[in-house]
């Protein structure tokens, strides 16, 4: 069968894509990426030549390649992740957010609607995130019951989305499911990320900007386990219903930085204690959720996913991926990105 995943060159688009090109040959998958400065094709060399993969350089937002691929292939499903994901980016530019994330999945679903003349066996998945339920208290878990409450225009662009998801399924009937997943971290993360940037700027003997007072809380899944989880979902999960996804592992942002700073000192061999002496304290993202923490009890009991590895683990994992793939470092921090980083903090 042919199947559509957008922005398969990202960060967890390209561990989906490759998990499903390896795992199930006889899927033909077809990458749909504009590729921004988020996507790369390097993410991806290693499953290039399979026979089972095709890439389509394009947006989600023009109807006229939807409407050719559509055509072309007889795509049994989608899984979108195609998105501008940077709450930071969302905050300086709204509008990209709102016509990729909103219109860009509007478009999406109007080509199922209209090429699918029966729903029989097809299916659109939505990868959605937990900031689309706002912020928490010191206590709680989002769950599947959460009500939406956005608080960036990051999170507010993915909850339209989502909504427009679960209208199309009302309104036409569209097969659909949505899962809300928390922080991802691992391999092939943009170093603009919490995570990808500190490594970066350790290595490079930058200040580690710590936003506000560092109490804020998210919950960090490795990203391997987010593509298995999405995985079961897309198989698995039941019609017109979300999932909940997270790695039960909540970390205030400074204690975090912290324990990176240690298990970067040991991959270096620095003294202890070094590269917490450029953690930096800046000025507050503004709207800056307080806690995100997810209750991922429903897809632990309906389809059997728990993550796999530990925090330390999957953070050691990260760090000797970057270690080992300076030259991906290299070209992605680069050009524009050096321009984006030095105005970060410019209007603050
Ligand atoms: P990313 O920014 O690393 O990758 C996004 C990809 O989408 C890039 O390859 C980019 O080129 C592509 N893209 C952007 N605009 C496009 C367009 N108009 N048409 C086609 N392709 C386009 O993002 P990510 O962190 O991998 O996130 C992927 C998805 O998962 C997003 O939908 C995001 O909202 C969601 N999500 C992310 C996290 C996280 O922690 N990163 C957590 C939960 C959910
Ligand atoms: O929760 C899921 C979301 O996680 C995804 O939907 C988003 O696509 C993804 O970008 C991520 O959003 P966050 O805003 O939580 O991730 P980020 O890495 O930007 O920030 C993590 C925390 O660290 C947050 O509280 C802000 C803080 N931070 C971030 C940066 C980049 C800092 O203190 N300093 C920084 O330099």
Not at 28 to 33: A, C, G, S, T, V
Request: glycine share 8%; charged share 20%; with cysteine.
């Amino acid at each position: 069968m042919s199947l559509l995943i957008t922005g398969g060159a990202g960060f967890i688009g390209s561990h989906v894509v490759r998990l499903f090109v390896q795992k199930y040959p006889d899927y033909h998958i077809i990458n749909l990426d504009a590729l921004t400065y988020a996507g790369n094709l390097e993410n991806l060399k290693d499953i290039e030549q399979r026979p089972n993969y095709t890439f389509v350089k394009g947006s989600i937002t023009d109807p006229l390649l939807l409407d050719r691929l559509f055509t072309q292939h007889d795509i049994k499903g989608v899984i979108h992740l195609a998105a501008e994901s940077h709450v930071d980016r969302s905050i300086k530019d709204p509008m990209a957010f709102i016509d990729t994330n909103i219109k860009g999945t509007a478009a999406l679903l109007n080509a199922c609607k209209a090429h699918w003349k029966s729903f029989e066996g097809r299916r659109f998945y939505q990868i959605s995130t937990d900031e689309v339920f706002g912020a928490l208290g010191p206590t709680g878990c989002f769950t599947e019951e959460s009500p939406y409450a956005p608080n960036s225009p990051y999170s507010a662009s993915k909850a339209s989305a989502d909504h427009l998801v679960r209208a199309y399924g009302e309104t036409y009937g569209l097969p659909y499911v949505i899962s809300n997943c928390s922080n991802n971290y691992g391999p092939n993360h943009f170093p603009e990320k919490l995570i990808p940037l500190c490594i970066h700027n350790i290595l490079e003997g930058k200040d580690l900007p710590i936003y506000g007072n560092g109490l804020y809380t998210r919950d960090w899944l490795f990203v391997k386990d987010h593509a298995v989880a999405i995985d079961l979902v897309f198989h698995q999960g039941k019609n017109h219903e979300t999932y909940n996804i997270g790695g039960f592992n909540e970390w205030k942002n400074i204690d975090l930085v912290k324990l990176l700073c240690q298990q970067m000192d040991q991959k270096l061999g620095n003294a202890p204690g070094t590269s917490e002496q450029l953690i930096t304290y800046v000025k507050d993202r503004p709207g800056h959720d307080r806690r995100y923490a997810i209750d991922a009890s429903k897809i632990n009991k309906e389809l059997g996913w728990k993550p796999s590895v530990t925090f330390e683990e999957g953070l050691q994992q990260t760090i000797d991926w970057y270690f080992d793939n300076e030259e991906w470092l290299k070209h992605v921090t680069t050009g524009a990105y050096q321009h984006y980083y030095e105005n970060m903090y410019a209007d603050r």
